[in-house]
Every structure is written in structure tokens, then in C-alpha cells.
């Protein structure tokens, strides 16, 4: 799948987690290249779309009901990206609400 330029992956394995302050902590695999004004955008569901850069985006997919509403909840987030079982790189990304993340990726 793809919306315009990027390259799209689905992440079927990754950890969200949540923190005693609230703070959002999402742990992926590790992609080459690195972030570029990275963006988490979500509506709430079960699905949310990390732009990590113009050429690599990833569609963070059944998203459990037990995280939603913490997700939706935060303005940033930090992701990790592991690679062989080593954080190889963390970043803090802004969490861009919409609508609707399927009618944003219809257009």
C-alpha cells in the first residue's frame, strides 16, 4: 500500500506502553534510514499511522482497547526501534488526531 511517495510497512508485532505520568512509550522494529520530522496520526481506533519520514511510513495495526483512549490522549509519544533485542534508536513523536485515518488514507 501506498500514500503518495511513501512506502508503507505494517508493524503486526510492537508494545505500546503507558507510564505512571501518562507518558506513551511505543517500541517497533528497527527500519533503516532514520526519522525525519516524524508524525503518529490516530483517530482512536485500532489503527494509527507513523510518518517517519517522506520515504518510510508504518501502520501500527489492531491496536488493543485498553490502549486507545491513553493514545489518544497524549500530544507525543516516544517510540523506540529495537534491533536484536537493542534500542537502536528513540525518538519523540508528535501525535497528530484526526477524524478519520481511513478517509485520510482514501485521498
Do not use: F, T, W
Not at 527500519?31 to 485500532?46: Q, S
Amino acid at each position: 500500500m501506498a500514500i503518495g511517495n511513501n512506502v508503507n510497512e505494517e508493524e503486526g508485532v510492537y508494545d505500546i506502553l503507558q507510564n505512571a505520568a501518562g507518558e506513551i512509550l511505543i517500541i517497533i522494529r528497527y527500519r533503516n534510514g532514520g526519522p525525519e520530522n516524524p508524525r503518529l496520526i490516530y483517530d482512536g481506533g485500532k489503527q494509527a499511522l507513523l510518518y517517519r519520514s517522506r520515504e518510510s511510513a508504518v501502520m501500527l495495526d489492531n491496536i488493543n482497547e485498553n490502549a486507545r483512549a491513553p493514545l489518544k490522549s497524549v500530544s507525543e509519544v516516544l517510540m523506540v526501534e529495537l534491533e536484536n533485542d537493542d534500542v537502536a534508536r528513540e525518538y519523540s513523536v508528535p501525535l497528530r488526531p484526526v477524524k478519520s485515518l481511513e478517509a485520510l488514507m482514501k485521498n
